[in-house]
């Protein structure tokens, strides 16, 4: 008999569309053979509104791709589509807030069916950037200086919010970048270079997220590399991204044409696996499972390795860095797709 996978998608996040995308690959690499032996993909679209949709509408918007941005009923968040109860095994493809954080992990925890991915912690402690840095500082991974700062001290009054600026210049210097904490595909994030900037930039951040962080800027090439696995984790070959514009932002991540990458990239082998070793000790630290993205900083001019990111539901669609790492490291988009549920189920059974 044939698993019923629950691929979970859409979700309330800047990164809804992006979903769409990764889900409308993994489903036709569920759908197609030798996986459709196996599986049955039962797909189940969250809107915008936060409200959990019926196969058949989810069917319909991979079938689309676009996003269902108005319903007819108001959602109920505790009332989910009847066919959740015939998951066997969940697959979340939901990417930042409400998905990527650990909320969706807590939920898919509590009703007691193996997901594919990070649990609770590894997903809630991947996303915040603050506390991601703490842990891979205690693992001993060499990242940038930052300096982390709430919303309520920046939006504080006149005497506070200048010290504020001027603790984050003597310590971290321009140019420097100011991220909301719990965001993903650049979203928020601002390189600046003034005081100016830096006032204006710590402001729109906090529109966005109660913590903030803000990171001394280093110029360096940008390299990632793919981690999959539960507890024996593999890193796959390392690639790079580059790009013309400032720095990596929301627009050439997703502007076909604005950004290229190279996998494997070209580096000393050397570096090459002090960033593989390195990942897999950040895929540890933070208790990841399944998979990740683990992303950095070579610094060429002084062969510094700095860890920035992990991300613990990266971009899964069939061109996405994360499955194109593994294409080139020898495992094929469907075997991935087929290998990440069967370390779900493993970690469930044990
Ligand atoms: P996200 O989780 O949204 O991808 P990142 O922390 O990866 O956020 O930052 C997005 C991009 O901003 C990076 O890929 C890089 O181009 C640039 N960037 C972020 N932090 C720094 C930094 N400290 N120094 C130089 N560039 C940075
Ligand atoms: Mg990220
Ligand atoms: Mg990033």
Redesign the pocket.
């Known amino acids: 008999t044939k698993l019923n996978v629950g691929l979970l998608f859409g979700g309330c996040s800047g990164e809804h569309e992006v979903s769409i995308s990764s889900a409308r690959s993994i489903a036709q690499a569920l759908t197609a053979e030798p996986n459709a032996q196996k599986y049955k993909l039962l797909p189940f679209y969250i809107g915008k509104d936060g409200g959990w949709r019926s196969p058949e509408i989810a069917q319909q918007v991979l079938s689309s791709g676009t996003a269902i941005s108005v319903f007819e009923e108001k959602p109920n968040r505790w009332q989910f589509p009847a066919e959740v109860s015939a998951v066997d095994v969940w697959f979340p493809m939901l990417h930042g807030p409400n998905g990527e954080d650990g909320t969706v992990q807590g939920l898919l925890k509590l009703m007691q069916v193996p997901f594919v991915g990070s649990e609770v912690l590894g997903s809630s402690a991947g996303m915040d ?1 603050i506390a991601m840095k703490m842990v891979f500082a205690q693992a001993g991974l060499p990242q ?1 200086n930052y300096v982390a700062v709430t919303r309520s001290q920046v939006w504080s009054n006149a005497c506070v919010f200048p010290k504020l600026c001027d603790e984050i210049e003597s310590q971290l210097g321009y140019p420097c ?1 100011v ?1 909301p904490a719990n ?5 928020g ?1 601002s390189k600046v270079r003034t005081r100016a900037e830096l006032e204006a930039a710590l402001d729109n951040a906090a529109s966005y997220d109660r913590r903030i962080i803000v ?4 110029v ?1 090439r ?1 390299i990632e590399c793919a981690v999959l696995g539960n507890e024996q984790p593999k890193a796959s070959v390392v690639g790079e991204i580059t790009f013309q514009s400032d ?2 932002d929301y627009e050439t991540k997703y502007t076909v044409g604005e950004a290229e990458w190279f996998i494997p990239a070209d580096l000393p082998p050397s570096v090459a696996s002090e960033i593989q070793e390195r990942a897999i000790q950040a895929f540890m630290a933070l208790d990841c499972a399944g998979l990740a993205r683990v ?1 950095f ?1 070579y610094v060429e001019s002084t062969g510094e390795v700095l860890i ?2 992990i991300n613990t539901l990266p971009g899964f669609t069939a061109t996405s860095m994360y499955p194109q790492m593994w294409v080139t490291s020898g495992i094929p988009y469907p075997e991935l797709v087929d290998q990440l549920i069967q370390l779900a189920l493993a970690r469930h059974t044990k």
Not at 215 to 218: D, H, I
């Open positions: 950037k940038v970048f991220k965001l993903g595909s650049s979203v994030i990171e001394a800027g280093v360096a940008e720095f990596y992303d900083f920035n990111e």
